[in-house]
């Protein structure tokens, strides 16, 4: 299948607590990074080549030890020896700590860190290694920690693993995927991958879904914030970015390393997109809060329905009354008819007016429906879709190809907000 991609610049800016506020953190005024801001990074790593580092055996050893519950595949230890040795750099990707089920913006991070860790290669900064670690915590920064597929009927379902009965989680999973095509091998996948370690569990599916060259996971921290880890493993690796902490643009920041904005992307599905010609909307007014509901919903009707039809009565009863004066004139009296005519145009609109009524309020509950879900769709339990919807989601319904074909479409230099359209391209 070959998507299609839109940049929203969502840039549209509110008070504080509105959703488009929310949104325009999201995006950026400017399109592409600037050539300039990949120099950051040369900097940082010319700065991190004239520091020895050499991790304490012991907590080298730790990390390899829960690397391998991950994966047993010699080249993911080797990475992560190459950077607690210092013989390499580290692109950073966070990603929620304590939930398996990988989320869509983590997604977009780990898309945004391999893109990141390829450019800097081709750079010839060094041996550049995209480094996945679970350290957000839930609660931080707002977290909600949900992870969510969506039923056909809209409705919202958490299937985020947080450790607990393995067998019972399958067991509900299995019942919440809605059924496709692509449900049994996504089971089998993550039947595969189970772990009652929810990082873990996420390590390998990720793994299995991001089979790229150096690439490696650092283990989960025990306790403290993100910031504050980030810092002190800043002086035991050597960082040169962190996916999603803000912009490159900003200069080198000291103590960490530089910043690099993780991608940010809505999914539009066929039937929402559908949903948006039919309404006449533009996503970007939608997701940032611009569209009334109530005012969508009643968009092609009449403000007046009765008035309306009361309106062509009238001017066919007029109609009739001069074509009944021009026959008087041409000698011809035809009252009994024109009456006729009258009584029945009078009781054909009366029922036409009793029927539009029905019918524009029975339309506007349909649209208000359609409105309801796409705004679901859009902006699931009203925040960000990328905040909520687990990749999971698109697996079951767009098999495994859905995530080349988002990897081919996105861009990652550019930093606006962006639209992806699940539909065939027509050719």
């Known amino acids: 299948m070959t998507y299609r991609v839109r940049k929203l610049p969502l840039t549209t800016t509110r008070d504080v607590t509105s959703r488009s506020r929310t949104l325009a953190r999201l995006s950026r005024r400017r399109g592409k990074l600037p050539k300039s801001a990949y120099t950051n990074f040369q900097v940082m790593a010319r700065r991190l080549g004239r520091h020895p580092f050499k991790l304490d055996p012991a907590i080298e050893e730790a990390q390899l030890a829960w690397l391998k519950q991950v994966s047993k595949a010699r080249r993911y230890s080797d990475a992560l020896r190459t950077l607690t040795r210092g013989e390499g750099f580290a692109v950073v990707v966070p990603v929620l700590k304590g939930v398996a089920a990988p989320r869509m913006d983590e997604v977009l991070r780990l898309l945004a860190g391999l893109d990141l860790a390829r450019q800097l290669r081709n750079r010839r900064v060094g041996k550049v290694i995209t480094l996945v670690w679970p350290c957000l915590e839930i609660g931080e920064a707002g977290e909600s920690g949900i992870s969510a597929i969506m039923q056909r009927s809209g409705e919202l379902d958490d299937i985020g693993f947080r450790g607990g009965d393995l067998p019972r989680y399958l067991k509900m999973l299995r019942g919440a995927l809605p059924g496709t095509g692509f449900s049994s091998l996504l089971m089998d996948q993550i039947s595969r991958d189970a772990d009652e370690d929810p990082d873990v569990f996420k390590a390998r599916m990720l793994l299995r879904w991001f089979d790229d060259e150096a690439l490696t996971f650092l283990a989960p921290t025990s306790d403290g914030g993100f910031e504050t880890n980030l810092r002190t493993w800043f002086k035991r690796i050597p960082m040169v970015a962190a996916v999603g902490t803000g912009s490159p643009t900003g200069g080198i920041p000291p103590g960490e390393p530089v910043p690099f904005p993780g991608s940010s992307a809505t999914i539009i599905e066929g039937k929402v997109e559908s949903w948006l ?140 907000h962006q639209a992806v359209y699940l539909a065939e391209e027509q050719a």
């Open 277 to 416: 010609n039919k309404f006449g909307l533009q996503p970007e007014a939608v997701l940032t809060g611009e569209v009334r509901p109530e005012t969508a919903s009643r968009r092609h009707l009449p403000d007046d329905v009765p008035a309306v039809v009361n309106h062509a009565k009238e001017q066919v009863l007029g109609a009739l009354l001069r074509l009944e004066m021009g026959l008087e004139e041409l000698g011809f009296h035809p009252e009994s008819e024109v009456k006729k005519a009258l009584t029945g145009t009078d009781i054909g609109f009366d029922k036409l007016r009793q029927r539009a009524v029905t019918e524009a309020a029975r339309e506007v509950d349909v649209n208000a429906k359609q409105l309801g879900r796409l705004f679901q769709y859009m902006l699931p339990d009203g925040r960000p879709q990328q905040e909520v919807m687990s990749l999971l989601h698109y697996l079951d319904f767009y098999g495994p190809d859905f995530l080349e074909g988002l990897r081919a479409v996105l861009q990652f230099d550019d930093v606006r």
